[in-house]
């Protein structure tokens, strides 16, 4: 019966964990000789022999035969009367080999070693996934919906792994059912106490990387190349491709004919509209190809000696005024990707500003900052151009009331009465 814990910790997690025999020798050995040093002080003149497939177990102690009354450390000497009981002809001298009984370490013992066993072995299994896991950070992963909380959803793997998609790295329509199944990019690993932690992401750019590459034969080949990615999670996306085959059209391959290639992409990421442009080393070019669909009309870079906050220079763009809505976009967004694409700031100037017009900052005594920046939001900077676009159109393109409007636009023809 001594053996029953033992044997039973062996067919337990030999059966369920996925650790090799050497391994398993090599945590139950390491088990052992702690108990072994608990008990007896040392444990280097112990030998283990360990049979993990049938659950066998021996304890061997070797001690040196001293003379009765001389032996000064009963773990590694034996005085020769006790010898002769083992086997009668010992002399001083000798080397004695004595079998432990598991029950010679107490009831306690056992039970500490079997806790220690099962520790050591879920140690090892986590930091095993945790290595597994961290060669596949930036890869896209699949993972069923276990349990909905409302700052993350759990997911297992079909190992069992779990897996966390945190409310920040949701997309923001993303809706999920227990049992569903999800995809997104393994974002972090981290190890926390001996738990891996694996962050799953659905709003990373590297997410929308990957899709490309699953998605479009020719970017899995590498045929045409992502150059670059700028995302506002399930609203719009940028990105920049090139190939260096002439043959092919990058954003023509990406797209698809009539979008039946970046269909499946756009419905993963909740209806995000994705512009596909494509990649030049040409500076400028690429500038005006992140602003579309404007249409720029000149540009002046000016580059930083090192970067601010993360861009490598100041871009003043001239638009005609009929573009300028169109390259910074409803709330900003697109002028904002076309600049986190680029690495540059993107400063957006009209052409042709009138002499007697005047900038909306001029009227902020009697417009609320809040007012004026809905209309930056959509382009209109100046007093002629909000006054030239009509109130219907002013209500639909930002989140201001008509009746607002309607004030704004009376207090800009004063100025101009004036």
Same mark, same amino acid.
């Given at each position: 019966m001594?053996?029953?814990a033992l044997i039973?910790?062996f067919?337990?997690?030999?059966?369920?964990?996925?650790?090799?025999?050497?391994t398993?020798?090599?945590?139950l050995e390491?088990v052992?000789?702690?108990?072994?040093k608990?008990k007896?002080g040392s444990?280097?003149?112990?030998?283990i022999i360990?049979?993990?497939?049938? !659950?066998d177990?021996? =304890?061997w102690?070797?001690?040196v035969?001293v003379?009765d009354?001389?032996?000064?450390d009963?773990?590694e000497?034996?005085?020769?009367?006790?010898?002769r009981?083992?086997? &009668?002809d010992?002399?001083?001298?000798?080397d004695?080999?004595?079998e @432990?009984?598991?029950v010679?370490?107490g009831?306690r013992a056992?039970?500490?070693?079997?806790?220690?066993l099962?520790?050591?072995?879920?140690?090892?299994?986590?930091t095993?996934?945790?290595?597994?896991?961290k *060669?596949?950070?930036? *890869?896209?992963?699949?993972?069923?919906?276990?349990?909905?909380?409302?700052?993350? =959803?759990?997911?297992?793997?079909d190992?069992g792994?779990e897996?966390?998609?945190?409310k920040?790295?949701?997309?923001r329509?993303d809706?999920?059912r227990k !049992?569903?199944?999800?995809?997104g990019?393994?974002?972090?690993?981290e190890l926390? $106490?001996?738990k891996?932690?694996?962050?799953?992401s659905r %709003?990373s750019?590297a997410?929308l990387n990957k899709?490309?590459?699953q998605?479009i034969?020719e970017?899995f080949?590498?045929?045409? %190349?992502?150059?670059?990615?700028a995302?506002?999670?399930?609203?719009?996306?940028k990105?920049?491709?090139?190939?260096?085959?002439?043959r092919?059209d990058?954003v023509?391959?990406?797209?698809g004919?009539?979008?039946?290639?970046?269909h499946? =992409? #756009?419905r993963?990421? !909740?209806?995000? /509209?994705?512009? @596909?442009?494509?990649?030049?080393?040409n500076?400028?070019?690429?500038?005006?190809?992140?602003?579309? &669909?404007?249409?720029?009309t000149s540009m002046e870079?000016?580059?930083?000696?090192?970067?601010?906050n993360g861009k490598k220079g100041?871009?003043?763009?001239?638009?005609?005024p009929?573009?300028v809505s169109?390259?910074i976009?409803? $709330?900003?967004? /697109?002028?904002?990707?076309?600049s986190?694409?680029?690495?540059y700031?993107i *400063?957006?100037?009209?052409e042709?500003?009138?002499e007697?017009?005047?900038?909306?900052?001029?009227?902020? *005594?009697?417009i609320?900052?809040w007012?004026?920046t809905?209309?930056k939001?959509?382009?209109?900077d100046?007093?002629?151009?909000?006054l030239e676009?009509? #109130?219907a159109?002013?209500?639909?393109?930002t989140?201001l009331?008509e009746? %607002?409007?309607?004030? #704004?636009?009376?207090?800009?023809?004063?100025?101009?009465?004036?």
């Open positions: 001594e053996n029953i039973d910790s067919s337990e997690f030999k059966d369920n964990k996925s650790i090799d025999r050497v398993l020798m090599s945590i390491e052992f000789r702690a108990a072994l608990r007896f444990d280097d003149n112990f030998d360990i049979n993990p497939d049938k !659950g177990l021996e =304890i102690r070797n001690r035969v003379a009354g001389m032996s000064e009963d773990n000497e034996i005085e020769l009367s006790e010898a009981k083992i086997e &009668p010992f002399e001083i001298g000798e004695v080999s004595e @432990v009984k598991l010679d370490l009831r056992i039970l500490a070693l079997r806790q220690n099962i520790s050591k072995i879920y140690e090892h299994d986590s095993n996934i945790f290595k597994q896991f *060669d596949l950070e930036g *890869d896209l992963y699949s993972a069923e919906v276990h349990h909905i909380r409302h700052n993350a =959803i759990i997911l297992l793997d190992e792994n897996i966390v998609l945190p920040s790295e949701q997309i329509s809706f999920f !049992g569903d199944s999800v995809r990019v393994i974002k972090s690993v926390r $106490g001996n891996p932690a694996i962050i799953l %709003t750019p997410f899709l490309f590459e998605e034969p970017v080949d590498g045929l045409i %190349t992502v150059e670059g990615v995302r506002i999670p399930g609203e719009k996306a990105v920049a491709v090139d190939s260096y085959d002439d092919i990058p023509g391959a990406c797209v004919v009539k979008g039946s290639r970046i499946g =992409i #756009v993963e990421l !909740g209806n995000e /509209n994705i512009d @596909v442009i494509n990649y030049t080393k500076e400028q070019l690429y500038i005006s190809r992140a602003l579309s &669909p404007a249409k720029v870079i000016e580059m930083y000696e090192e970067e601010k100041r871009v003043s763009v001239l638009l005609k009929e573009e169109k390259a976009g409803r $709330g900003g967004v /697109n002028i904002r990707l076309a986190e694409l680029t690495g700031e *400063d957006v100037q009209r042709g500003l009138e007697e017009d005047v900038e909306l900052t001029e009227f902020i *005594d009697e609320e900052d007012v004026i809905e209309f939001k959509i382009g209109l100046t007093a002629r151009s909000v676009t009509s #109130v159109e002013l209500v639909k393109r989140d009331e009746e %607002t409007i309607i004030d #704004v636009q009376r207090i800009l023809k004063e100025e101009f009465e004036d």
